[in-house]
């Protein structure tokens, strides 16, 4: 499994951007896809994720209203968009993958420790 993240850039607070995860080596039916962040001196912690086959989204409760989690199936791509950026959203965001037989409408696993696979990060920096 490959990830390639890519997006990022510099926004200035209340911008937008969307970051796009390229996933290729294999079929995802049955994975989940999620994005996590870092920002310095912290750990990298879970934003948004989706199951592959169903859709089902989830959000950390920081980003739940502002950030969209989506899935292009046919082009083997996940979206995350992200409004109203604020400085608190500085960060570099990974995407992640692993599958998830257990995974629903209600529960997705939020640990990076739960995520095999993992995309190169790409930098978020919100201005004030």
């Known amino acids: 499994v490959q990830l390639q993240a890519s997006g990022g850039g510099l926004v200035q607070a209340g911008g937008s951007l969307t970051l796009s995860c390229a996933a290729s080596?294999?079929?995802?039916?049955?994975?989940?896809m999620a994005w996590f962040r870092q920002a310095p001196g912290e750990e990298r912690g879970f934003v948004s994720a989706?199951?592959?086959?169903?859709?089902?989204?989830h959000y950390d409760d920081s980003v739940k209203a502002r950030f969209t989690i989506s899935r292009d199936s046919d082009k083997n791509m996940v979206y995350l968009r992200m409004d109203n950026l604020s400085p608190e959203d500085t960060a570099v965001y990974y995407c992640a993958a692993d599958p998830c037989s257990l995974c629903s409408a209600v529960y997705v696993p939020r640990s990076q420790r739960q995520y095999g696979y993992w995309g190169q990060g790409t930098q978020v920096t919100v201005s004030s």
């Open positions: 080596g294999r079929t995802f039916s049955n994975y989940v």
């Open positions: 989706i199951t592959w086959s169903a859709g089902h989204m």
